[in-house]
């Protein structure tokens, strides 16, 4: 499994939908420097704008985004580089979407999923959060464990809590977790306001920060939640697209 698509699969899990108005979540990221199989890329800073409304989220960036729209039942991931699209229909097979080989190693993936609540609480962008460790160990053809501090806030303009329900609906679909798996993610209540994440793979640790820096609520600009015009459409996911931060 890629980064790319593993990141891709934990904004999904991590975003809220089923809200009353538009909220907008504005995200800084940083990715560390890191070297595997003789390849060195370096470390990269990023910001992320989050558009919910009631039935859709946007999250843009400027090289990707993605769309989740739930009148129409798909998911939009945009490359603004290409400036190509990709359609995946709802409920999420992302199997489909995903090179052959690429495709078998998701369909062969188990999880081992532990989140611990911790007393510890940390203010971010003006919202008190407690803070959740997550532990998460993908097994297929290669190891990926993941560890995670995630602090949390119920403290937001929606309800978190069909959002996860909502959340769960999409993913497990796409990737069988099991109800254990499904558990611990539930013990997290909120909606993530910080992140700091030590992924390793193949031996090498990749380290992957991120921080809400504002939430409000206000109106979306005209034509967030729809893909760009003169984006030409693809059918799957190319090697390339699932090895980009």
């Known amino acids: 499994m890629k980064k790319g698509l593993i990141v891709f699969l934990l904004i999904l899990l991590f975003s809220p939908l089923l809200v009353l108005a538009d909220v907008y979540v504005k995200k800084k990221v940083h990715t560390d420097e890191v070297s595997m199989m003789g390849q060195k890329q370096p470390a990269t800073d990023l910001i992320t704008h989050q558009w919910i409304t009631d039935n859709k989220l946007a999250n843009l960036t400027e090289d990707q985004s993605f769309i989740i729209d739930l009148e129409k039942n798909v998911v939009y991931w945009i490359n603004n580089k290409k400036k190509s699209y990709l359609e995946i229909t709802l409920p999420l097979d992302i199997t489909q979407y995903l090179p052959e080989q690429a495709a078998q190693m998701m369909k062969d993936m188990s999880f081992d999923v532990s989140v611990q609540p911790t007393e510890e ?18 097994m297929t053809m290669m190891t990926v464990e993941m560890n995670m501090k995630i602090w949390a806030t119920t403290d937001v303009p929606f309800d978190w809590k069909k959002f996860q329900d909502k959340m769960v609906q999409m993913i497990n679909p796409m990737m069988p977790m099991g109800q254990e798996a499904i558990d611990a993610f539930m013990k997290i209540e909120g909606f993530h306001m910080k992140m700091e994440m030590v992924m390793n793979m193949m031996g090498t640790d990749m380290k992957t920060y991120d921080e809400v820096i504002e939430i409000t609520e206000k109106t979306a600009p005209p034509g967030t939640y729809s893909v760009p015009e003169g984006y030409s459409k693809q059918e799957k996911f190319t090697f390339e697209d699932m090895q980009r931060r």
């Open 121 to 138: 609480t940390l203010t971010v962008a003006g919202k008190k959060c407690k803070r959740y460790d997550l532990t998460m160990t993908i």
